[in-house]
């Protein structure tokens, strides 16, 4: 029954030749760096410092990094010697100072200069090895960040490994939450920074979305980061962007009218089920079928015994949690009886039968694949129950438009009114269908007190790694607003997305990445293909000797928790310190009221303080110590063995269930056994455990069948830790392709978002923005008039032309100035345009010295309008991107609609987001042309100096502005007033001169 599981085999086969090279080629380096350090050991504390500046100053002079990692990292090295016996003041306590790397921590800090993820064993001491890359590279003078789990941390270790660069003459700082956005840049400015992926990632947003002048961006780029517990922020935060947003104007949701068809249509078929159910119940105890014995069944019973099955499985597809189908999966001959029908229906020949059961429903639930269908039915009574059918057929935008221009009989206004209310109907329907998809989701796949609790009114989010409640976070597309819905609590406004990304896709962006954890190696596939990122297997410092136990498996739940309960016992009455991982925040509490029936005092670990938390876990090496824990939490503190807890077995670690990959599996194991100490793990499983239920094959099965042990008896079969590790397999095959999908739909908008960044970037920068604004106007009058040029007949339509430019900017053409060529057209518009706009500049450059004659000086009044030029095309920039990204909200949710119509929405999607960034970027610069002339220096009425101010005008209400009233042009809604400050149209003024 002891054995240590032979699980990394075949990966170490595939990995095995590659690793090992690389670890001997890096085990060369190890040599050098100790007999450098040797050599430092000689040198006097002031010259040991002195390496910093002399390394410094090598790299500046062309050595390369990777030229001096010798010397830099036997220079930390040797300080850490220095240090030994010294006091560090690490969170609020002295402690003295105890460590000199060892060589696998030197061989992980190679690994990370050269951009691999180091897999490193809790224990094994990775925030110190993470001292020598971050030391080299720092050497750069390039920004080099260190990302951790959490604010403690990020403290704690700036604290604690900080101060070996302190004495090394190099800055580091944290970056933690509660320091204000005025202050970061001071953060930033430092050699070195600890934080946590979201500071960063939220700080790289408002430096690229908020930030009006670029003393205001606190970010100083991104050279190399190494990211602390990497598998928890690339695969297990993978679906969760940093999202900045706030109240959107339009809103579109209709939750609260949708909200009791929904629910009375998934109740409608819960009682169908529990009829259905109930009378399979009582046939199969009529026909004695759950008794030990079963007896002989003549040919009728056989029928009877049958159409229960039949029932049972269509209950299956509609409520596939039943309590019933529950009972009956716990008799093994049962169960296989139920997935003997299942293969029954999958079977072609009986598609008939089956489409015939499943129409009695209104609603299919895909529990694996975590999605639902509405039958014919189910949509038909929708349809009864909701305002008409038509509301479900979604409209072919581009048929419909093609016929509204066919009809001769209409006029041109008419035309584009018919199109407008198309428009409108068309996002109603979508909208619509939307919110019912997400109410039904709601209803049948997300479950209370599992995915998320009622608390104070409102829905909180439960994270399924961690199983903490995550206030504040809010599911999205429109599931939020759908879950409120369902509970009956305050349906929370849309909101409207003001900058998002994914922490992978921040992290993309570094020139240099590195990572650590203790558990990478089964997601190696997946660092390298999405991030081009190596996982190096770092062997430990000393073997570890931990027995990993074989996994207990138990029919039902209820026997599993027995066994748990008989195991801590035992356990505890040695003395030996216990640690049980939970799955979530609800089975920790189940547990934790067995252990208080059974009086034995325990620690239940699911804060939300990492700072308990941390102390927490220190204590939980003492002997005889319980601690429940959720899987994630108090990442980062590793549990040292306390007083006699080593003599007596070390820490026994205990998982109530196997997850769905076997990386969190590792993660806990790994929990016990660090740096050679003794210890032991077991994991209990039950049937019922949703990765048994959801993924176990039907072989697992038909040998339950042959082994199904006593009540209470574990099942021992060694196949089934093999066919464990399988499900796990296809789990984790399943939510890569998840993953993975998520980031496709995220790369499209990545792409929009840097080259938007890098424009919005360039302005900001730019010492001059009113020559950028040149260049627009030029840009804008060219692709114009190429636009107008572009018809059937390649022929240039001058007044098409003459028209847009009369109505975007406040000049005036003649029809005959143009020609028929496009080009020359746009040359001879540019110029006028330009010209005009020269004008205005010049003449605010006068108000602004009239108002302020001091600013002439040096001629600083054209930096006055050089930043409100900035902040004009800026303040566009953003209101613009945030419009576009709420379209590509919506677009988001619109095609997931196109997969009925057999297409492909992530292939929509792309089409659709390209077409949407170019229409935007069009717009965008025709919008800030536009703003441009409207730029108004108000020249008010004689008063004290001092009170006057410069302003600009970019509102679109007919509004008062510093004593004057700008009157707008009723047609367009635009400013037509000339900009020379008289308040006549522009006709009237200037333009004619
Ligand atoms: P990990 O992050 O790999 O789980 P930590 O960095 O938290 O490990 O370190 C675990 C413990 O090991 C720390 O308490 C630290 O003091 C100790 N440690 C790390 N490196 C050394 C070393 N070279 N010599 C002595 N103790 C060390
Ligand atoms: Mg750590």
Partial sequence: MYRKIAMFGLIKKIFGTQQTRTLKKYQKLVEKINSQEKLYQNLSDTELKGKTTELKKRYQNGETLDDLLVE????????????????????????????????????????????????????????????????????????????????????????????????????????????????RKEIYANDIVYGTASEFGFDYLRDNSMAMQKEHQCQRGHFFAIVDEIDSIMIDEARTPLIISGPTSENRQMYEELKDDVSHLVKKQRELCSKLATDARKELEALECFSEEPKKLSKQEIEQKQDAFKKIWVVSKAVPRHKILKRIRENPDLRAEMEKWELYFHNDVNKEEKQKFLSSLFIIVDEKSNEYELTDKGISACIEKGKGEEDFVMLDLGHEYALIDQNTSLSDAEKMEKKNALVKTDAFRKEKSHNLRQLFRAHLLMEKDVDYIVQDNSIVIIDENTGRPQPGRRFSDGLHQAIEAKESVKIQGETQTYATITLQNYFKMHDKLAGMTGTAITEANEFKEIYNLEVLQIPTNVPCVRTDEDDQIYMSEREKYHAILKEILKENEKGRPILIGTESVEVSEKLSRILKQNRLPHTVLNAKNHTTEAEIIAEAGNPKSITLATNMAGRGTDIKLKKNARELGGLHVIGTTRHQSRRIDRQLRGRSGRQGDKGSSVFFVSFEDSLMRLFATPRMTSLLQRFRPPEGEPVSAKMLNKSIETAQKRVEQRNYTIRKHTLEYDDVMNKQRSELYAFRNEILRSENPIEIAKDLIHEICHSMAY????????????????????????????????????????????????????????????????????????????????????????????????????????????????????????????????????????????????????????????????????????????????????????????NDACHCGSGKKFKKCCAET
């Fill in 72 to 183: 830099a990292y036997a220079t930390v090295k040797n300080m850490c010697r220095r240090m030994v016996g010294t006091d560090v003041h690490v969170s609020g306590y002295e402690q003295k100072w105890d460590m000199i790397p060892y060589d696998v921590q030197l061989l992980g800090a190679i690994g990370m200069h050269n951009q691999a993820i180091a897999e490193m064993q809790t224990g094994e001491g990775k925030t110190l090895t993470a001292a020598m890359p971050l030391y080299l590279n720092a050497l750069s003078g390039k920004p080099v960040h260190l990302v951790t789990v959490n604010d403690y941390l990020a403290k704690r270790d700036c604290e604690w490994i900080g101060s070996i660069f302190r004495h090394l003459g190099l800055s580091v700082a944290s970056l933690t939450n509660d320091i204000h956005p005025s202050h």
């Fill in 787 to 974: 636009q107008f040029a572009s018809g059937s007949h390649k022929v240039f339509e001058a007044k098409g032309y003459r028209d847009f430019l009369m109505t975007h900017f406040p000049v005036s053409f003649e029809i005959d100035e143009f020609g028929t060529d496009a080009e020359k057209a746009a040359n001879a518009a540019s110029e006028k345009v330009l010209s005009h706009f020269e004008k205005m500049i010049a003449f605010q450059n006068e108000v602004i010295i009239q108002l302020h004659p001091e600013t002439k000086e040096h001629g600083k009044h054209k930096n006055v309008l050089n930043g409100i030029i900035r902040n004009l095309i800026l303040s566009k920039v953003d209101q613009s991107w945030q419009k576009h990204l709420l379209q590509i909200d919506h677009l988001r949710s619109d095609v997931q609609l196109q997969s009925f119509a057999q297409k492909d929405p992530l292939l929509e999607f792309k089409q659709q987001a390209f077409y949407l960034f170019d229409e935007f970027s069009k717009e965008i610069r025709t919008e800030i042309t536009m703003d441009l002339f409207r730029i108004q220096m108000a020249l008010p009425e004689p008063q004290p100096l001092s009170k006057t101010k410069l302003s600009f005008q970019k509102d679109d209400s007919d509004k008062e502005i510093e004593g004057k009233i700008v009157s707008l042009n009723p047609k367009t809604g635009r």
